[in-house]
């Protein structure tokens, strides 16, 4: 098909609620390592991985090397069998588990699924149905995955039922008009009200990205969930690390976001860069809470024998490579050139994230720090024709996500913001 041909057909065929950054949908023909090409043979730097997804580089070829063998070997069972590569993933996972104590997992094939068994799985160990989520948090596509989102423009449907949403800890915009740390985070402490206010008072569980993804990269400060954590735990439930965006070294420095917090959850889920492109979700929880999901359930291609191999292969890579470590150093190299460029463009209002996870929020103004929404949808145009792919997000759509592989280099940050410097610079001119 050409390009033109791809185009009608996406319109004519495909439901229209499957967005796109860009005035015309850019067509993607082949990808490798830190770099996407299009339909017209055009080489773009990609620094948003397939929405935090390409995690070790487009068809890394130890990761391939892998699924190639699997494949040929046995490609599918489903649930109903045991198989070796699901086993050898849960070991692997069991290893390298945030949470305290033995762990179990759960395989299933997205995030919004992974957040569906750690939901169910809340209830059934506390008994309670109850859940508090958090306002800018964004959990899955499916009626509860949105009905745990706190953002509207995500939202189709009634709102479901048990769901409870708390303030999030934004300091750029504190809810509270407070300043951290003279603050003392209420932001963490009024999670108590929420909880005394407007649930019954025993919950199963609070869901929280430890950095929130959509939302635009949100980043809380450093005690805010060992305070959320007890809260929760004092009125009987449990804390789900919703670790979709933020795990597999990609924070920097340690395998999972919600380690950096000093908080060790009763539930974590995953998906996106653990199958660097493939389609895996994880529902990793401690035994206990494992075992009280009783009855009977599969997943027809959840732990599917070629994914899991692939995701094992993933670690393996990330963990030989010391990716973690990398992305600790390149991720702070990438951030002092964000910081340069906020010196250097009034657009830029905060750089925040940790590791190769950064965003730039866009302001129209700083001081009283109005979103600058369509300068943003300048900068995407603007990005694509200097050959960078970077992605959108927040409440606001005023929030540039920058999330590349996690095995790029220095010099890869340097042509990355030598590009987006140029790019900044176009979409302040109207």
Request: proline share 5%.
């Amino acid at each position: 098909m050409t390009k033109s041909e791809i185009l009608l057909a996406q319109k004519e065929f495909l439901f229209p609620a499957v967005f796109h950054y860009f005035s015309e949908p850019l067509v993607v023909e082949r990808a490798r390592d830190q770099y996407v090409w299009d339909a017209d043979g055009n080489q773009y730097l990609d620094f948003f991985g397939g929405i935090v997804t390409v995690s070790v580089g487009h068809c890394n070829e130890s990761v391939n090397k892998a699924v190639h063998a699997q494949i040929d070997k046995l490609e599918h069972v489903s649930t109903v069998f045991a198989n070796q590569p699901q086993v050898a993933l849960a070991q692997k996972l069991a290893q390298i588990s945030p949470i305290g104590g033995p762990t179990k997992s759960f395989f299933s094939n997205s995030g919004t699924e992974a957040n569906e068994v750690a939901i169910l799985a809340a209830r059934c160990y506390t008994g309670s149905t109850e859940i508090v989520a958090l306002r800018h948090g964004y959990h899955g596509r499916s009626a509860l995955g949105m009905g745990l989102t706190g953002q509207g423009a995500w939202k189709l449907g009634p709102p479901q039922p048990g769901i409870t949403h708390a303030v999030n800890a934004y300091c750029y915009r504190c809810p509270f008009g407070l300043e951290y740390p003279s603050c003392d985070v209420r932001c963490a402490t009024d999670v108590e009200q929420v909880i005394r206010t407007t649930t019954s008072g025993r919950i199963a569980g609070l869901i929280a990205e430890p950095i929130q993804g959509v939302g635009g990269f949100i980043t809380p400060p450093k005690e805010y969930f060992g305070i959320v954590a007890e809260i929760v735990r004092k009125y009987g439930g449990i804390l789900i690390a919703d670790e979709v965006q933020t795990a597999w070294g990609r924070t920097g420095g340690k395998w999972f976001g919600i380690e950096h917090w000093g908080v060790e959850p009763e539930i974590v889920t995953s998906a996106k860069g653990l199958g660097n492109g493939l389609p895996i979700g994880l529902t990793m929880a401690r035994a206990d809470v494992a075992d009280s999901l009783k009855g009977l359930t599969i997943s027809t291609f959840g732990g599917n024998p070629v994914v899991t191999t692939a995701a094992k292969a993933v670690l393996d890579y990330v963990e030989e490579q010391n990716l973690p470590r990398n992305v600790e150093e390149v991720g702070g190299y990438l951030r002092q050139g964000l910081l340069g460029l906020q010196e250097k463009h009034q657009l830029v209002g905060d750089v925040r994230g940790m590791g190769l996870l950064l965003a730039l929020e866009l302001v129209e103004d700083r001081v009283t720090k109005a979103p600058a929404t369509a300068a943003t949808a300048r900068l995407l145009e603007a990005a694509r024709k200097n050959r960078i792919l970077i992605g959108k997000g927040g409440l606001y759509g005023n929030v540039i996500r920058i999330s590349p592989p996690m095995n790029i280099g220095k010099p890869d940050v340097d042509e990355f913001i030598l590009r987006l410097d140029a790019s900044l610079t176009q979409a302040a001119t109207v």
